[in-house]
């Protein structure tokens, strides 16, 4: 099939199988032993679980589907995606509250949860939400019936001939919500599948049979898109984490070459790298970075948050290229991907299907891939677009000739003074990054000076014998004021003594707006 006319999941699951067949596409560790599941058996058990969701219904439903990552979630997530229905993926640690007001404000028919659900599932069901049908999917047997009972030669099999419309809702994503109320993103399956249609800029990331090990959460978009479609596209096999907790042991299990990760699993893993080196401090850091993510490691694909460049320098003594790249769920995921040629300190080279310009500082993206709107937010759509159509990303940013892209901050964080300046928190903060007693840092205003709210390394403060920490970062403050624009002092700070919240997708909530 021309990649030209592949429009919808289908089309790529189709397309895969023909190329890749019997090669292994998806494995993951259960009961003791690897198991491996190849393009053409994740085709045909899509396709089952495609059957068995409409001969429940034939006609278009919501369903929202809530589960932890495993070969079963992503036949059930495809399934729903190749059947015609609207897919709408939720995090399986959401309240049973919160689930419930936005299921019945995405009109949601039928509820697919696993094990992992079962409890909230119960409150869901007990508060009365108007669902169709409520089903409890269970475990691995109770999919091995479905791929069974409506498999290829089953009575059933007819019901997989779907006419997909390539323009209409195929999945609702619902955002972090660090400000304001969740928003329903809906995207296309041409969003889908366009955006992992993309040239890549990496020469050697993505090869036909090279292992990526999949850890972010599958209900993500750049998870999904980016550790199953690409890597669909691509050829590549997939390795399924599944826990977070479990990755170390996955790495040198399966022994990838490349995985995508945020930042902080990133500072995470180098963190174990470097306890490697110190209890070995003869090794090559090199072997020691195969102790801690086997021996064919080289790409690590950053997104999600800001990438501190040291980190990437870092990782390059230790023999991995670190990269980042850039993007936003409305979008359909990805604008810009790395590209080992662009500077360090960029989110690397907007991608070819993409445009992008600056506008009063604004990064602004025209992508076919772009999302349909908010579902039911006709305002907040409208105010997301420009007049010519075009999609602001809230992020401030520089945009070379070239194409690569650089952020600078947030928009909606700009702090304006009494004197009109303007200042970009996020330039600030950055400052607090090599500083071993912070652990995090936010700046805001205050009564029209600059803040720093700090959560301190507290293990490093134990580790140090640290009596005054307070005078400890009153003293780093003021060395940094040194050199800082009149515009950037910071003129006070306050100690925390818990983490700043996170959203689900791990960014940080800030603290609301200071007068």
Same mark, same amino acid.
């Given at each position: ?107 949601? %028919? ?91 800029? *990496? ?42 907790? %479990? ?25 174990? *790298? ?68 662009? %500077? ?21 993206? =025209? ?34 000739? =070239? ?35 912070? =652990? ?76």
């Amino acid at each position: 099939m021309d990649m030209k006319n592949i429009l919808t999941v289908r089309d790529l699951l189709d397309d895969a199988a023909n190329k890749y067949a019997d090669q292994t596409f998806l494995k993951f560790y259960r009961d003791g032993k690897i198991e491996e599941r190849s393009f053409n058996v994740n085709r045909q058990h899509s396709l089952a679980v495609c059957r068995w969701i409409r001969a429940m219904h034939t006609q278009r439903m919501h369903v929202a589907f809530i589960g932890k990552t495993s070969y079963e979630y992503i036949t059930c997530l495809t399934g729903i995606l190749i059947s015609g229905n609207v897919a709408i993926p939720f995090s399986p640690d959401i309240s049973a509250r919160e689930a419930a007001i936005l299921m019945e404000r995405a009109d949601v %028919d039928l509820l697919l949860y696993d094990d992992s659900f079962a409890a909230q599932a119960k409150e869901i069901i007990e508060s009365g939400t108007l669902l169709r049908d409520v089903v409890n999917i269970g475990d691995a047997a109770f999919f091995e019936e479905i791929y069974q009972t409506y498999g290829d030669d089953s009575e059933y099999a007819s019901l997989s001939d779907v006419a997909i419309d390539p323009d209409a809702c195929a999945v609702m994503i619902y955002t972090s919500g660090t400000t304001g109320v969740r928003k329903g993103v809906m995207l296309s399956s041409r969003a889908l599948v366009g955006n992992v249609m993309y040239h890549d800029y *990496v020469t050697d990331a993505f090869r036909p049979n090279d292992v990526a090990l999949s850890v972010l959460p599958m209900f993500h978009v750049y998870c999904f898109t980016g550790d199953y479609l690409k890597n669909m596209k691509d050829g590549l096999q997939v390795a399924l984490n599944g826990n977070l907790r %479990d990755v170390v042991q996955n790495l040198t299990r399966f022994e990838p070459r490349v995985m995508r990760v945020v930042p902080m699993i990133a500072q995470t893993l180098l963190r174990r *790298v470097k306890t490697v080196l110190a209890r070995n401090p003869d090794m090559d850091p090199r072997d020691a970075a195969k102790k801690v993510f086997g021996r064919n490691i080289k790409w690590l694909i950053s997104g999600g948050a800001y990438l501190d460049p040291a980190l990437v320098d870092e990782y390059e003594t230790v023999g991995i290229f670190l990269r980042q790249g850039y993007g936003m769920t409305e979008a359909g995921c990805r604008i810009s991907v790395p590209d080992e040629a662009a %500077d360090k300190t960029s989110v690397g080279r907007v991608i070819d299907l993409c445009r992008a310009r600056i506008q009063h500082g604004e990064i602004q993206v =025209d992508t076919p891939t772009k999302m349909l709107g908010y579902y039911k937010m006709p305002e907040e759509t409208a105010a997301i677009f420009t007049d010519d159509g075009w999609l602001k990303t809230g992020d401030i940013g520089i945009l070379t000739d =070239d194409g690569v892209l650089f952020i600078t901050g947030r928009v909606k964080n700009l702090i304006i003074l009494s004197n009109g300046e303007n200042v970009s928190p996020e330039a600030i903060e950055k400052k607090f990054d090599h500083e071993p007693i912070v =652990d995090e840092a936010v700046v805001y205003a205050q009564n029209d000076r600059i803040v720093a709210e700090i959560y301190p390394n507290y293990d490093y403060i134990a580790e140090n014998r640290i009596d005054d920490v307070s005078e400890v970062i009153e003293a780093m403050i003021d060395t940094m004021n040194l050199t800082a624009k009149p515009s950037h002092v910071i003129a006070n700070f306050k100690l925390r003594s818990t983490p700043f919240e996170r959203t689900g997708s791990g960014k940080l909530v800030r603290p609301s707006a200071k007068l």
